[in-house]
T-cell receptor
């Protein structure tokens, strides 16, 4: 069966520090991978998606970047965090146009 | 492009009472429809989906939703809720021709079941 791992679960970082959130998927090949951000009361915002290694599409301009160094690994990064980067970050995968499967999320607080 | 409106941000209801969470959508093309559920500090899980066929779809834990094309709605219902149903519920749509990256979520409805 397929599983998705996302870590860390919680993170507190000072403004201006770097960020690296990691997500890995097991049990499937060549998945589509996604990073979403969830702000309280505002639903989910798609940040990045990837259809293959090294192929990243950004949905909104921002202080974040994403990379996919391996087929089932997706990394969300920032060189310098802003207060506005605080939120709940969710990684997800799908196969073609299938259902999205989400990780348990990372709650990021930028202080 | 499509949009999703969840009309209620908070729905409190007593245990064993019925509940309806409302979802309306707007799209210029035909869509698939989804309900996802999020328990505290967890990711989203698919609750049910409408792709084609019968307009009434059901989940394994007693929820059901009916696709109403004329009213562009996909309301979620349960005849008798449990404390464990307390969670945030998200309605979502994606175009039939396209990819999951075109999935659009509503802003969510917090269902709180009271004892």
């Amino acid at each position: 069966s397929q599983t998705i791992h996302q870590w860390p679960a919680t993170l507190v970082q000072p403004v201006g520090s770097p960020l690296s959130l990691e997500c890995t998927v097991e049990g499937t090949s060549n998945p589509n991978l996604y990073w979403y951000r969830q702000a309280a009361g505002r639903g989910l915002q798609l940040l990045f998606y990837s259809v293959g290694i090294g192929q990243i599409s950004s949905e909104v301009p921002q202080n974040l970047s994403a990379s996919r160094p391996q087929d089932r690994q997706f990394i969300l990064s920032s060189k310098k965090l802003l207060l506005s980067d605080s939120g709940f970050y969710l990684c997800a995968w799908s196969v073609s146009q299938g259902t999205l499967h989400f990780g348990n999320g990372t709650r990021l607080t930028v202080t | 492009a499509q949009s999703v409106t969840q009309l209620d941000s908070q729905v409190p209801v007593f245990e064993e009472a019925p509940v309806e969470l409302r979802c309306n959508y707007s799209s210029s093309v035909s869509v698939y429809l989804f309900w996802y559920v999020q328990y505290p500090n967890q990711g989203l899980q698919l609750l049910l989906k409408y792709l084609s066929g019968s307009t009434l779809v059901k989940s394994i834990n007693g929820f059901e939703a009916e696709f109403n094309k004329s009213q562009t709605s996909f309301h979620l219902r349960k005849p008798s809720v449990h404390i464990s149903d307390t969670a945030e519920y998200f309605c979502a749509v994606s175009p039939i021709i396209g990819s999951a990256r075109q999935l659009t979520f509503g802003s969510g409805t917090q269902l709180t079941v009271l004892p």
